[in-house]
């Protein structure tokens, strides 16, 4: 080494130290000011809300508060030095200047104004002259990434350094955030409009699940409003959800509700489990239009009621019940359709009982005027008013109290309910699924096998049974009417099949059916969704093998689609594997383009049988110690898991199935024959190939 190259060395470290140092001093005036806004917050909520006004004011404050809270580590994380000389920072969440007329001390990335960061390129430098990334642990400014927007930059990519940076970084079992490395393609992604459902399509690596993550958090910070209704994100997995769990809060979001679509209808429980070719018939769009055919024929027929009010009978004929029915159910559900009849029905009882006082009192002149006085004498309904003591006819207050007596009356209420019951979702699914005349005459698509495959289980509810369960119990009506403008609280929404959200993100959407996506709609009616996925993954019966072939049955035309084509966490030597897998998946779709390399071959083992598990626990030892600090998977086809488990001794042992959406340092997959060999098994194994960041390990099992 020369005295040159060394004094070369020596004053680009003095220059990164001095930038480290500049970068940590303005750093630490950040989080200054970030504990002053904080203290302010606390003495503005200190004062009680006296309206709905200051309430409704409270919680956005509580909001803010809660943002800057959590921005305690990793402020900061960008610079921008634009071509006029200003100076702008990004970060997790924005600071504001000391006054109102000063700039803010950082930008919130989500902020317009920091688009730059993410899009600039030397090609189109949108007025910037240098980026730099900042890498920041606490409060610690620990290295800073420069890029000049003035020299060409071959490999496209936003902070390379920076980026390959966090992609070598040992995994933890969480997802973190990447609002510090999204890239151009991620970024228009995150920030496009929330008009109609817009599918992402992505192959492994490209960042699906971050896009998503950001997104909402994006969406949340641009349209305030969206926090009032939530975001509702869909996962394939409990362990995926877990996986994700600290994103979002991360990057200061909790008006979010995590779920499965499993678990879309509080209080059912899946305990069972359908064949493939069953689950594929219950998964089909027809389902909307057969249940809906059948909830409609559980309009109740007119028929003559009778009540008994205070000894006295009221008829109403069928022809009158016949109008309030038809009245009833214009656009109404069944169960809503019932609470407008009962109300109808109920005021023909109350005006039948005013024109009989009426009546009686008109026969006064007959001499019968004991007997009138007998018969009208309401003194719980007349209140002591003197209008129909004088002519029998009810004022408007006696008219409304007996409108609440009569609503209060359970012979009333039991007389209106026998006219027009209430069902149970699960009794009539049940009653509809089971019967071979039923399914017959509302869903004459299906063959005499099909029919007979769906009503062959009659205890338990299975996975495709919940679509089916949501549509019936979203068809039949809730019972309870609840304010139109409750609060967002996450345990709340969870906890109501029928919550509207202002945004839901769908991972892994590949795995939908169509009456899942009917589910995911419902909540939505705006069709404000996010749906990331890669349709080559798909492994579920559905026979989609194209988006339009998975969404237009509910979406029609009212959906765009947007690609991923970069993809950074696998690396290229592994996504050189996968082109032979996807040609015998049938997929006609190029692989992503891997933009980094690990310097590690994927390598492969060919065991006996017998000496399958010694072999699996001895790769699994030399990996974790190759990454210790990091996370090893271990992929196997399903009917070996349990097996694999038993005798690795409680080692994390998953399906291709089970192992969507996370990823590892390394990923051992055993006996990838066997994973090719499931239903759509080509496509399990692409899945199972592409979920290490390093290193891959395959076990052959000889035949």
């Avoid at 509207?500 to 709609?521: F, N, P, R, T």
């Avoid at 989609?544 to 237009?552: K, P």
């Amino acid at each position: 080494m020369t005295n040159e190259t060394t004094a070369t060395q020596d004053d680009s470290a003095a220059v990164r130290d001095d930038a480290i140092a500049e970068e940590q001093a303005y750093l630490d005036g950040a989080h200054e000011r970030r504990a002053d806004v904080i203290r302010s917050l606390e003495t503005e909520l200190a004062a009680p809300a006296q309206d709905v006004v200051e309430q409704a004011r409270h919680r956005g404050l509580s909001r803010q508060r809660a943002e800057l809270r959590r921005a305690e580590n990793g402020l900061i994380f960008g610079r921008l030095d634009s071509v006029d000389g200003t100076v702008r920072r990004v970060g997790r969440i924005g600071v504001p200047g000391a006054t109102d007329d000063d700039d803010p001390l950082v930008l919130d990335w989500r902020a317009e104004a920091a688009r730059p960061f993410y899009l600039a390129t030397p090609v189109e430098p949108l007025g910037q002259a240098h980026r730099r990334h900042i890498r920041v642990e606490g409060r610690a400014v620990t290295g800073v990434d420069d890029e000049p927007l003035d020299v060409a930059n071959a490999s496209g990519l936003v902070g390379e350094g920076a980026l390959f940076a966090a992609l070598g970084e040992r995994r933890t079992g969480q997802m973190t955030t990447a609002a510090a490395t999204l890239q151009r393609e991620q970024d228009e992604v995150v920030r496009a409009e929330a008009k109609g459902p817009l599918v992402v399509q992505g192959g492994p690596g490209t960042g699906k699940t971050v896009v998503a993550l950001h997104r909402a958090a994006y969406l949340l910070f641009a349209n305030p409003q969206l926090a009032a209704q939530g975001v509702l994100t869909l996962g394939p997995s409990r362990r995926f959800l877990d996986y994700i769990a600290q994103v979002l809060p991360a990057l200061g979001e909790t008006a979010i509700v995590a779920a499965i679509p499993d678990a879309l209808v509080p209080g059912i429980t899946v305990t069972a489990e359908d064949p493939r070719s069953t689950e594929e018939v219950k998964g089909r769009a027809l389902w909307q239009q057969a249940l809906t055919r059948y909830v409609a024929s559980l309009t109740p027929e007119a028929v003559p009621v009778e009540f008994v009010w205070q000894g006295e009978r009221y008829g109403i004929p069928s022809a009158t019940v016949a109008r309030l029915i038809a009245a009833a159910i214009s656009g109404r559900t069944y169960h809503g359709a019932g609470i407008v009849f009962a109300d109808q029905l109920r005021e023909r009882l109350v005006q039948a009982v005013a024109d009989r006082s009426e009546e009686l009192f008109a026969r006064v002149d007959d001499g019968l005027e004991d007997i009138v006085h007998q018969r009208v004498d309401f003194p719980e309904v007349r209140g002591g008013d003197e209008g129909s003591e004088a002519d029998g006819v009810l004022t408007d207050a006696e008219l409304d109290r007996l409108r609440e007596k009569i609503a209060e009356d359970p012979l009333v209420g039991s007389t209106t309910r026998t006219v027009w019951p209430i069902l149970d979702a699960e009794v009539e699914l049940r009653r509809f699924l089971g019967d071979d005349a039923s399914l017959r005459q509302f869903a004459p698509e299906l063959s005499g096998a099909e029919r007979e495959a769906v009503s062959a289980r009659t205890t338990g509810w299975s996975s495709s049974d919940i679509p089916l369960l949501d549509a019936m119990a979203d068809l039949l009506g809730d019972t309870v009417i609840h304010p139109v403008s409750e609060e967002f609280l996450a345990e709340r929404a969870a906890s109501r099949r029928d919550w509207i959200y202002g945004h839901v993100i769908v991972d892994e959407a590949q795995e939908l059916s169509e009456m899942q996506w009917h589910m995911v709609a419902r909540r939505t009616p705006q069709l404000s969704i996010t749906a990331v996925g890669d349709i080559d993954q798909a492994e579920t019966p559905h026979h989609h093998t194209t988006w339009a072939r998975a969404v237009d049955a509910v979406f029609g035309e009212r959906w765009t689609q947007a690609e991923l084509t970069i993809g950074y966490r696998t690396p290229a030597e592994v996504m050189a594997l996968t082109g032979p897998v996807l040609r015998k998946a049938g997929s006609l779709n190029e692989p992503p383009r891997a933009v980094r390399f690990s310097g590690i071959d994927p390598w492969e083992r060919d065991v006996d049988e017998a000496d399958l598990n010694a072999e699996a626990i001895r790769a699994f030892q030399e990996l974790t110690e190759r990454w210790a600090g990091g996370t090893v998977g271990i992929v196997a086809p399903a009917a070996r898991v349990p097996a694999l488990s038993t005798a690795l001794a409680g080692l994390p042992v998953i399906s291709a199935t089970q192992s969507k959406g996370l990823e590892w340092d390394a990923t051992l997959v055993i006996d990838p024959a066997g994973i090719a060999a499931e239903p759509r098994g080509w496509n399990r194994l692409y899945v199972a190939l592409t979920r290490s960041t390093q290193e891959l390990g395959r076990i052959n099992v000889r035949s």
